[in-house]
């Protein structure tokens, strides 16, 4: 069973490309410092990579 990654947005999305906007808000997240819980699947690893630099990740 996969553990789930709880991910913070930590830098804003103005200013950012539009793949990278969709990609945080496929993710869920909206505004600034929002938190989610997500599953630890390639996909979801292949999203934080796309904004790595926008988001903090932890297990």
Known sequence: ???GL???LIKSQIGAPTAQKAVLNGMGLNKLNKTVVLKNTP???G???KVSHMV???E
Request: aromatic share 0%; glycine share 0%; charged share 25%.
């Open 1 to 3: 069973m996969s553990a």
């Open 6 to 8: 709880k991910i913070t």
């Open 43 to 45: 996909e979801i690893v």
């Open 47 to 49: 999203m934080i990579a």
């Open 56 to 58: 903090k990740v932890e």
